[in-house]
């Protein structure tokens, strides 16, 4: 199975930080990597797809990247609404894994 | 408007057996891949299953914790997706979503808890 190691697990930010939370594939995934949010009680929901096409109707301030097998997923400019747990998808390959999480909290 | 509703979850012993429910609407069903993905109570992710289209053979795909125990099947006729779970066990205790379009969509979810 393909293992998502994702970074970090939670984190502290300031509202107006630029965050980054990454995930490391273990093997080659090209782009088949999305992003998700989810907030206490609600279902995820899709960010980012592709690594780098942001899902309809998600701010801008949300961008995927990708440096070889390390995915990355930036927010520009923190804002309050953002607080939630963030996980990566792996769907290159059966079965589909996911990241641990990283729970983004507000400084 | 794209819904998915899950239901059917609820309180079963280990070794039990239970079947999930997802109605959906808004969307052309008969074309569409679904997946079951669960959560924990640690609030970890896991793809479940995957059930494709007529066209691909209704092609079905199983993460190892589950193939043997649960069964993903269709019904185009009735735009729904089921998951039938058996010889369960405590580590199943989880929210159960369906999903659509490249996990674009989700239903709300549903509750299973294995205990005795």
């Known amino acids: 199975d393909i293992q998502m190691t994702q970074s970090p697990s939670s984190m502290s930010a300031s509202l107006g930080d630029r965050v980054t939370i990454t995930c490391r594939a273990s093997q080659d995934i090209g782009n088949y990597l999305s992003w998700f949010q989810q907030k206490p009680g609600k279902s995820p929901r899709r960010m980012i797809y592709?690594?780098?096409n942001l899902a309809a109707g998600v701010p801008s301030r949300f961008s995927g990247s990708r440096s070889g097998s390390d995915y990355s997923l930036t927010i520009s400019s923190l804002e309050s609404e953002d607080m939630a747990i963030y996980y990566c998808l792996q769907s290159i390959q059966y079965p589909y894994t996911f990241g641990a999480g990283t729970k983004l909290e507000l400084k | 408007e794209v819904q998915l509703v899950e239901t059917g979850g609820g309180l079963v012993q280990p070794g039990k057996s239970l079947k999930l429910t997802c109605a959906t609407s808004?969307?052309?069903?008969?074309?569409?891949?679904m997946h079951w993905v669960r959560q924990s109570p640690e609030k970890q992710l896991e793809w479940v299953a995957q059930?494709?289209?007529?066209?691909?053979?209704?092609?079905?795909y199983y993460a190892e914790s589950v193939k043997g125990r649960f069964t993903i099947s269709r019904d185009d006729s009735k735009s729904s997706v089921y998951l039938q779970m058996n010889s369960l066990k405590e580590e199943d205790t989880a929210i159960y979503y369906c999903?659509?379009?490249?996990?674009?969509?989700w239903g709300q979810g549903v509750m299973v808890t294995v205990s005795s």
């Open positions: 999903t659509w379009k490249g996990f674009d969509y």
């Open positions: 592709g690594a780098t």
């Open positions: 808004g969307f052309t069903f008969s074309n569409a891949w």
């Open positions: 059930i494709k289209a007529k066209s691909n053979n209704y092609a079905t």
